[in-house]
């Protein structure tokens, strides 16, 4: 069969509005009006949105050897995170992808779950006094902080307090910094004198310090916390040897791959967990079935990560959550070669636009797309959805190395939630605002009740 070029919309002024204001929801658009392929823009400003499940697996999974990075997304990332596994490419990914993969094997991250556990039951035990006053929480800001708290923990062993710190402050501003970037097209120059690229150097330069401090302390052999549990990843990384057993990442790339998990391992499983709360405040069937599950459970002794394994439910609520509001909304590729998808022609270099925003919600993969159901994620037998048709963790080589990590902290950390607290919406349903993930325009307000 010939390939054809694919169908192509240029968008009115009152569409790149849309565009540039929630372009989630431009995306499902895009989709409903012109189906799984199109492209939109106009001339070097267009994409090609595919939004099938076998579109998703050809560039992600089959032929992903014909789609690189190099994509205003993750040029911007590359910005700050250098060379680290998110931005990297080609060889020099493959390389660092296989010195890092064993530090993220699942029974590895399992050694993490009395971290996550610790802080969640900090965070639970800090709102008690709130909420008996009856004061109501952002729960945005709280998922940030104990997300934050978890990743720097794990990552590099430091502590971050419960009230305001210099690293938690630091990485807010610079992800702020990025979505500046974004909104702006990447046209405001870095070195003009301005408040906000001054602000952002200074986040960067307290980031950058603190990993190399610590990374210069365990070189020379001090650990400041050995005592607390098991080794994080900059010692895992640190001592991981190269093909002739020597230490294989000089500082720059340690700094590079520790402020790579930072920014891919913080707003995002914030993002999932927000948007959580808010679907159980919604859903008190949900809520309920959830809850008669970790009582079960865990009861009312410490969490670990055997509870993992029995929670099945609220593994799936996370996932459901995560269809709904996947915090990488949208994935970008490059067309480094012609190809051909479906019936369709791709030319060389040609942007990729994926969404699992878009695809997670499609009527023509998910019955009943926007109600909220984990029980889809219990079925058991092989199931009539493509494979594809599912995809917050990406696919194919560049999965999401974080995956397990993320799936062990957001158990735990709902688990203990749902034992204290039941959330309440104070308000409307939040404008979803799309940045580097989702999240609610104003935080996410909510009256917190101790559950007798
Ligand atoms: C809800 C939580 C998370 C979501 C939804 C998520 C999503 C994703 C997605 C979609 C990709 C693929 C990007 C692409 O192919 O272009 C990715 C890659 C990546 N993620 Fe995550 N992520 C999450 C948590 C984490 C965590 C906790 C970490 C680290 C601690 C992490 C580190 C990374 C890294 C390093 C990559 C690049 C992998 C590679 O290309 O080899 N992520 N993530």
């Not at 565009?19 to 499902?28: M, W």
């Not at 729960?139 to 978890?150: C, D, P, R, S």
């Not at 630091?170 to 909104?183: E, G, K, N, P, S």
């Amino acid at each position: 069969m010939n390939a054809r070029p694919p169908p192509s919309v240029r968008p009115s002024l009152g569409q790149l509005q849309a565009l540039r204001d929630a372009p989630h929801e431009f995306l499902v658009q895009l989709a409903a009006r012109h189906g799984h392929v199109v492209r939109c823009g106009v001339g070097p400003l267009s994409f090609l949105s595919l939004t099938h499940p076998d579109a998703v697996q050809h560039v992600l999974v089959t032929q992903q050897r014909r789609y690189g990075k190099d994509t205003f997304q993750y040029r911007l990332l590359a910005e700050v995170t250098g060379g680290g596994l998110l931005t990297a490419d080609g060889d020099a990914w493959l390389g660092r992808r296989r010195l890092l993969q064993p530090s993220f094997h699942r029974d590895r991250i399992a050694e993490f779950a009395p971290v996550f556990a610790r802080f969640a039951e900090r965070t639970v035990t800090r709102w008690r006094e709130p909420a008996e006053r009856g004061e109501t929480l952002d729960v945005g800001a709280e998922m940030m902080h104990v997300a934050l708290q978890a990743v720097v923990k794990t990552l590099f062993g430091a502590e971050i307090g419960d009230r305001d710190d210099r690293l938690a402050s630091a990485t807010l501003t610079v992800l702020d910094h990025i979505m500046f970037r974004a909104r702006t097209l990447g046209l405001v120059p870095r070195w003009l004198p301005l408040e906000r690229n001054r602000e952002a150097r200074a986040a960067l330069r307290v980031l950058d310090e603190a990993i190399y401090d610590t990374i210069e302390q365990r070189r020379a052999g001090r650990h400041a916390d050995r005592t607390d549990g098991p080794s994080d990843l900059l010692d895992r990384l640190i001592s991981a040897p190269d093909e002739h057993g020597r230490a294989a990442l000089t500082d720059r790339e340690l700094r590079d791959e520790m402020i790579t998990m930072l920014i891919a391992g913080h707003e995002t499983v914030a993002s999932a967990l927000t948007w959580t709360w808010y679907l159980l405040a919604r859903h008190p069937e949900v809520d309920r079935a959830l809850t008669d599950e970790v009582r079960a459970v865990c009861g009312d002794v410490p969490l670990t990560a055997g509870a993992m394994s029995r929670l099945p439910y609220t593994a799936a609520v996370f996932q459901e959550a995560m269809r709904l509001y996947p915090p990488a909304w949208v994935i970008t590729r490059r067309a480094l070669d012609g190809d051909v998808i479906g019936d369709h022609r791709v030319r060389r270099g040609t942007l990729v636009v994926l969404s699992p925003y878009v695809t997670h919600r499609h009527p023509d993969f998910w019955t009943d797309p926007e109600g909220f159901d984990p029980e889809r994620f219990l079925a058991t037998g092989p199931s009539e959805r493509p494979r594809y048709a599912y995809f917050p963790f990406g696919g194919g080589p560049h999965l999401c190395i974080g995956n397990h990590f993320t799936m062990v902290e957001a158990v735990l950390i709902i688990a203990a939630v749902v034992r204290r607290y039941r959330f309440t919406m104070i308000g409307g349903a939040p404008d979803v605002i799309a940045g580097v993930t989702l999240h609610p325009r104003d935080g996410l307000r909510m009256r917190m009740d101790l559950r007798r």
